[in-house]
């Protein structure tokens, strides 16, 4: 069962529970970002690669409030040059765009995403990072 709370209630929440965050002025300057759209225009600089601040994408605003994802799992120590890797549920492409460095282009990357919104993210990231394979 999934509680569903309306925009005045969730908004009160969300003020209510600014000050006790982390980092409150990053979050609320991500949340005005994204609520603007004008995220679309930043590029985030993460782990030696780039990811465009999408308005919809949670990944996007968490690299946005906390810097690179530090708990992440490196990934790519696990495969070489010219290996086959399999992202399945790649999202904005956080794993798969390190793993398309890791494997060069003699390596190929599928990154598979059901959902056609996050899809395109995915695909402009690896568009900004240069990958083809």
């Given at each position: 069962m999934?509680?569903h709370?309306?925009?005045?209630?969730?908004?009160?929440?969300?003020?209510?529970?600014?000050?006790?965050?982390?980092?409150?002025m990053?979050?609320?300057?991500?949340?005005?970002?994204?609520y603007?759209?004008?995220?679309?225009?930043?590029?985030?600089?993460t782990?030696?690669h780039?990811?465009r601040?999408?308005?919809?994408?949670?990944?996007?605003?968490a690299?946005?409030?906390?810097?690179?994802?530090?708990?992440?799992?490196?990934?790519?120590?696990?495969?070489?040059?010219?290996?086959?890797?399999?992202?399945?549920?790649?999202?904005?492409?956080?794993v798969s765009?390190?793993?398309?460095?890791?494997?060069?282009?003699?390596?190929?990357?599928?990154?598979?995403?059901?959902?056609?919104?996050?899809?395109?993210?995915?695909?402009?990231?690896?568009?900004?990072?240069?990958?083809?394979n």
């Amino acid at each position: 069962m999934s509680l569903h709370l309306s925009k005045p209630i969730r908004l009160m929440h969300f003020l209510f529970n600014l000050p006790k965050h982390e980092h409150p002025m990053r979050l609320l300057i991500c949340v005005f970002l994204q609520y603007t759209r004008l995220s679309s225009f930043i590029t985030l600089q993460t782990q030696g690669h780039k990811l465009r601040f999408h308005p919809r994408s949670a990944i996007a605003l968490a690299t946005w409030v906390y810097g690179s994802r530090k708990h992440d799992a490196d990934l790519s120590k696990y495969v070489k040059a010219g290996d086959n890797v399999v992202d399945v549920g790649a999202n904005i492409g956080t794993v798969s765009i390190p793993m398309a460095a890791a494997v060069g282009d003699e390596g190929r990357i599928i990154s598979i995403e059901p959902h056609p919104v996050i899809f395109r993210y995915l695909q402009e990231n690896l568009q900004l990072n240069g990958f083809k394979n």
